[in-house]
Nanobody
C-alpha cells in the first residue's frame, strides 16, 4: 500500500520560508514521479512543482519559479518543497502526490494515483 505523509506546514510571515517534506512508502521511490499541488479556499487544486524519478528533471508552475525548489532524497524516500519569499497568495493546503511512472512533468492531478492528506501553509502578517 502506497502512503504519502506530508509535514512542515505552518504559519509564516510574508517574505519568510518553509520547507515541506513528504515521506513516500510502499513503492520503489527512485523510479516514482512525485509532485506538489496546492488548494486555496474556494479554488481548484493546482500544480506547484514536480520531480521525476530515475534522475529526471524538475518542473514548476510559473508563479513559484525562482522562489520554490523541489528536491528528492532517494535514500530516505522523501521529497521536499523548499519555499522562500512566501506571499499571502501562497496560502493553501499543500498536497504531495506520486504516480506509477517515473516521469512527472504532468500538471494535471489525474495523472497522479497516490495522494497525501495535505499540510496547511498560511502566509500572513
Amino acid at each position: 500500500q502506497v502512503q504519502l505523509i506530508e509535514s512542515g506546514g505552518g504559519l509564516v510571515r510574508p517574505g519568510g520560508s518553509l520547507r515541506l517534506s513528504c515521506e513516500v512508502s510502499g513503492r520503489t521511490f527512485v523510479t516514482t514521479g512525485v509532485a506538489w499541488f496546492r488548494q486555496a479556499p474556494g479554488n481548484d487544486r493546482e500544480f506547484v512543482a514536480s520531480a521525476s524519478g530515475n534522475g529526471g528533471g524538475t518542473y514548476y508552475t510559473d508563479s513559484v519559479k525562482g522562489r520554490f525548489t523541489v528536491s528528492r532524497d532517494n535514500a530516505e524516500s522523501i521529497v521536499y518543497l523548499q519555499m522562500a519569499s512566501l506571499e499571502p497568495e501562497d496560502t493553501a493546503l499543500y498536497y504531495c502526490a506520486a504516480r506509477v511512472g517515473s516521469i512527472a512533468w504532468y500538471t494535471e492531478e489525474s495523472n497522479y494515483e497516490f495522494w497525501g492528506q495535505g499540510t496547511q501553509v498560511t502566509v500572513s502578517s
